[in-house]
């Protein structure tokens, strides 16, 4: 956790500098903006700053809903994730056409959302095997699959309505199904 403190403030210092170069040197708001969208190494720092708040994101979700993990956890999650990496890599290679920062966001995002269903999944495992549950560990993993089905639900929306809009397949179809 302290390394992901460290790095997530260097990102911080790092993207703000940047934006603050960026508008120190423009003057303006749109020289600033298309500065930051077309410089290679400001669009860097930026979707590396993205990065570092999914991360939190995933850190924060995961403590509210979970607590720590049990071993049992990690070693699943572990061996799924390197299984799912592949899958979604041959997924791009489908989609190269559709390669974008967006589509990136997507995979990303869609990665840490299956990630948290695994690790749901196990943990509803172990609550039903359990003898003795508190409360608690029962309203945590009900909310957590609620939140679940919110994100899926989300994700489910924004890609049949850019199908409806499109009414071409493309990248959104795959997430559709995912």
């Not at 607590?67 to 572990?78: C, D, T, Y």
């Not at 196990?122 to 945590?140: A, C, G, N, Q």
Request: aromatic share 12%.
């Amino acid at each position: 956790m302290m390394r992901l403190q460290t790095y997530a403030g260097l990102s911080l210092i790092t993207t703000m500098a940047i934006t603050y170069h960026a508008f120190n040197t423009r003057g303006q708001f749109y020289p600033a903006m298309v500065y930051l969208a077309t410089s290679k190494i400001s669009l860097v720092l930026l979707l590396n700053m993205g990065l570092v708040i999914m991360c939190v994101l995933w850190q924060l979700t995961k403590k509210l809903f979970l607590g720590s993990l049990r071993e049992a956890e990690i070693e699943r999650l572990n061996e799924q994730s390197w299984r799912e990496v592949m899958e979604i890599l041959f997924a791009i290679t489908i989609f190269r056409q559709d390669f974008s920062v967006t589509f990136l966001a997507k995979v990303t995002a869609l990665l840490l959302v299956k990630a948290l269903h695994w690790l749901a999944q196990k943990r509803l495992e172990y609550i039903e095997t359990t003898p003795s549950v508190t409360k608690l560990s029962h309203v945590r993993i009900v909310s957590f699959m609620g939140f679940l089905l919110l994100l899926d639900s989300l994700f489910l929306y924004s890609s049949v309505k850019h199908l409806i809009i499109t009414w071409q397949p493309s990248v959104s179809l795959f997430f559709a199904f995912e």
